[in-house]
């Protein structure tokens, strides 16, 4: 088994190398953010994580392919949310304060993207605020943008945010509020391209990876071993906030 004690990106830095092994991935979360340790129902206090890897279960979940290779475990995006990131790393920000800041910031500077998004042999046009490729639910603030999501379902999810408010942004990072079908839409794709006439802000896992035109993703499906709490030991008031359901079954 090989740990990795810290944020995304740690987990994501060890996970890569881990891809297609027998080798487990366990977590001791320490980032400021932890999300897919929130994702995967791994507590942040250091005993109970440290339970879940001595006593939890192994799982194999999807891992998806971005551009060159890169490995997205949880949530990328093109848009907004990343250059909310880019102003979040390069300011050296921590926490949610930290992040309201760049929304405030970001928010003053926030444009269209014209997007054309490619899954099998449809392409859709799109004017959008960002597009996001969701292996996961939520982002680290817990914010629930993909509620279908299903880290081991062998697909992952297209979300076009079409239309977003001033207002409507922190409550997105913040909270989950029911998606408006008018703002938003979700396609399910075992492979995408993405396009862009401008270039634009790109991260990975919570990394910032630049400005690009051209996103490819796709599935690799069941890539990676990680520990998870296992439900069976979990108390029934707490199960559903520990693992999601799908993890129960």
């Not at 921590?94 to 392409?123: A, F, H, M, N, P």
């Not at 799109?126 to 629930?144: D, E, L, Q, S």
């Amino acid at each position: 088994m090989c740990g990795s004690r810290r944020g995304d990106g740690t987990i994501k830095l060890v996970a890569e190398h881990l891809l297609n092994t027998s080798i487990l991935l366990g977590i001791l979360p320490v980032g400021s953010a932890n999300g897919m340790a929130r994702e995967l129902g791994i507590h942040t206090d250091v005993q109970s994580s440290l339970d879940t890897l001595v006593n939890g279960i192994s799982r194999r979940i999807d891992v998806v392919s971005v551009n060159d290779g890169e490995s997205c475990l949880h949530l990328s995006d093109m848009g907004l949310n990343a250059q909310l990131v880019k102003y979040y790393q390069q300011n050296n920000l921590r926490g949610k304060l930290g992040y309201l800041r760049s929304v405030v910031k970001v928010l003053q500077k926030r444009k269209l993207l014209k997007v054309s998004i490619t899954v099998g042999d449809e392409c859709i046009h799109r004017a959008a605020f960002m597009v996001v490729i969701a292996n996961a639910r939520m982002y680290g603030t817990g914010a629930i943008i993909n509620p279908d999501g299903d880290l081991g379902d062998g697909k992952f999810e297209v979300i076009v945010f079409r239309r977003l408010s001033f207002w409507e942004i922190p409550k997105l990072f913040w909270q989950f509020r029911p998606f408006d079908p008018k703002n938003i839409e979700i396609h399910q794709a075992t492979a995408v391209t993405i396009e862009t006439k401008r270039k634009a802000y790109f991260q990975v896992d919570g990394e910032y990876r630049g400005r690009i035109n051209t996103l490819k993703a796709s599935i690799r499906p069941g890539a990676l071993t990680i520990r998870v709490p296992d439900p069976s030991q979990a108390k029934p008031s707490v199960l559903a906030e520990l693992v999601p359901a799908r993890y129960t079954n």
